[in-house]
């Protein structure tokens, strides 16, 4: 069982910036993508950025250019820095690993809320 622990959400005002930790119980390398996701009340959840352990990595449009998604093997670490965040970025983030071998694995989420 593979198991992903996100951290770093928090209130922050509009502007400001947050980064997300999602930390993996084994390496990163062993999936197929890592990815972070968001879902904010009454809405489906959306993809917010994907990290293919080979390729290029994918934003959300809303997000390109204020977001990054990056890595730390040694850690088996993925983090998402969120800057010049805005209101409608309000929602809990989740973290997502994919493996063609194993399946598709969530972590508990974290709560990110920008106020304007």
């Known amino acids: 069982q593979v198991q992903l622990v996100e951290s770093g959400g928090g209130l922050v005002q509009a502007g400001g910036s947050l980064r997300l930790s999602c930390a993996a119980s084994r390496s990163i390398f062993s999936f197929n993508a890592m990815g972070w996701y968001r879902q904010a009340p009454g809405k489906q959840r959306e993809l917010v950025a994907l990290?293919?352990?080979?390729?290029?990595?994918n934003y959300a449009d809303s997000v390109k250019g204020r977001f990054t998604i990056s890595r730390d093997s040694a850690k088996n670490t993925v983090y998402l820095q969120m800057n010049s965040l805005k209101p409608e970025d309000t929602a809990v983030y989740y973290c997502?690993?994919?493996?063609?071998?194993?399946?598709?694995?969530w972590g508990q989420g974290t709560q990110v809320t920008v106020s304007s």
């Open positions: 997502r690993a994919q493996s063609t071998a194993w399946g598709t694995f």
């Open positions: 990290m293919p352990t080979f390729g290029s990595t």
